[in-house]
């Protein structure tokens, strides 16, 4: 368990992924990013997080749910491989990828927008 540590976690993505590995940190990067701004947006506007929080997490949840469907195909499984709780923990996992990236995608974008709203007014 020493050598279990980012460096090793990176090796293992690069010889998994290949050049995905780029993209996909560049796209959590980016992300991060859009949090960041969107909440230092809301803070230089003087207004509560709470509107853009309930949306991120009401958009993440809902694709969450909806992406729990697909990764059975993403994985190459059968539906009916689905056997126990690990599997099943394992599937809404997987899920929460996209649906993370749809939650901070819909709190970078109403954060702003709130922002806005409350620079209007």
């Known amino acids: 368990m020493n050598d279990f540590n980012p460096i090793t976690l990176f090796a293992i ?20 990013a859009g949090i960041v701004t969107g909440i230092l947006k809301l803070r230089n506007a003087k207004r ?17 749910l909806a992406f729990s469907f697909v990764v059975p195909r993403w994985t190459l499984a059968q539906s009916g491989s689905l056997n126990g709780a690990v599997d099943y923990l394992a599937v809404i996992l997987l899920a929460m990828i996209p649906g993370a990236a749809v939650a901070s995608t819909v709190f970078s974008i109403a954060s702003r927008r709130c922002a806005v709203r409350g620079a209007s007014t």
Request: hydrophobic residues 60%.
């Open 48 to 64: 509560s997080p709470k509107r853009p929080i309930m949306a991120a997490l009401f958009m993440g949840v809902g694709a969450t």
């Open 13 to 32: 993505s690069y010889e998994t992924m290949g050049v995905w590995t780029w993209l996909a940190l560049f796209v959590a990067l980016l992300l991060l």
